[in-house]
């Protein structure tokens, strides 16, 4: 309570804010960052969303896209660095460790500012000042939209706002058909609607806005490029920068492809390797009774929900793929049957 005094505090009066979410952004990254930062410059601060990377096109349609800075190009970077420089407060939303956004990273622990972190992943490193964190939310944007309603500034909300934080709390439960679609999810999802959210427009906008080159690399991705482990009770796709390149992929593109693999009769774990300039990109999914983030904490330097995380690997394509099979193989009693681990 004494944290959210303060923090409440710090808020008072208008603030130089700097608001970033982690690489890659996703809609509860961007829809979370643009959410909050419409509100505050309600509130009268002085708000700059940085995110580490670009983010899908599909996402752009937010109020505020066209004022985001994109570090990752020069054009953008050396005024991100001059706002964090001047921050007095900065929010770190989506993710709980300071690697997950880069260079910035660093530049954000050494700041004098008053850091905030608004979060559902597990695991946090302590680099915040306030905390605003639970895993039992399903999405980041949840969380932003209970603090706003802990502020007392529920009134503010409006339909912009109530669209951004729609789109994190949509995406982040799979269309609410994942474990995490609580009843606290249906009673904030009520709200926004009352705020005037379009779900059926942000549902078209996210899911339904396809170039002929995506729905392309889609197919040939689903014929060419599955591999179906039975046996292992795993599925996975495994895709080249040659196929990347050849379909003119996007950021984006590959969104949603592993979720193909998991939907097999009798697939309880679900991957996507994605070979990119900086390594291999592994996204992971399971059914529910498989925790999937422990699989990548130990094995692929990742993380993330049970159902739902990533990883990577400095590795050749072919060996991380050789590498995984091999240890799911090995842990199948720990994946599958992780009860009796525990009681052995």
Known sequence: MEALATFKKELSSPKKIFITTHVKPDADALGSSLGLANYLIKKGHDVTVVTPTDY????????????????????????????????????CLD???????????????KSKAYVVNIDHHQDPEDFADFRFWS??????????????????????????????????????????????????????????????????????????????NRLKFIGFAITRRLVVREDLHTAYFVISKKDLKKYQSQTGDTEGLVNYALSL?????AALFSEREDGIKISFRSSSDVAVNKFAASYFNGGGHKNAAGGKSAQSLKDT????????????????????????
Request: some cysteine; overall charge negative.
């Open 135 to 212: 895993t039992k939310a399903a999405a980041t944007c949840e969380l932003v939209y209970e603090l706003i309603v802990e502020l007392g500034d529920k009134a503010l909300i409006d339909k912009d706002i109530a669209e951004c934080l729609y789109a994190g709390i949509m995406t982040d439960t799979g269309g609410f058909r994942h474990p995490n679609t609580t009843k606290n999810v249906h009673l904030v999802v009520a709200e926004l609607l009352d705020f005037g959210a379009d779900t059926a427009q942000i549902s078209n906008l996210i899911y339904d806005s396809n170039s002929v």
């Open 265 to 269: 009769d009798g697939i309880k774990l």
């Open 56 to 91: 899908p096109y599909f996402l752009t349609w937010m109020k505020g896209n066209d004022s985001v800075l994109d570090f990752s190009l020069e054009k953008d970077k050396t005024l991100a660095v001059s706002k964090l420089e001047e921050a007095e407060m900065i929010f």
């Open 321 to 344: 793929v050789e590498r995984f099979e091999s240890l799911v193989e090995k842990c199948q009693e720990e994946l599958f049957h992780p009860e009796t681990v525990t009681a052995g």
């Open 95 to 109: 993710f709980s460790v300071l690697n997950r956004v880069n260079e910035l990273g660093e530049m954000i622990r």
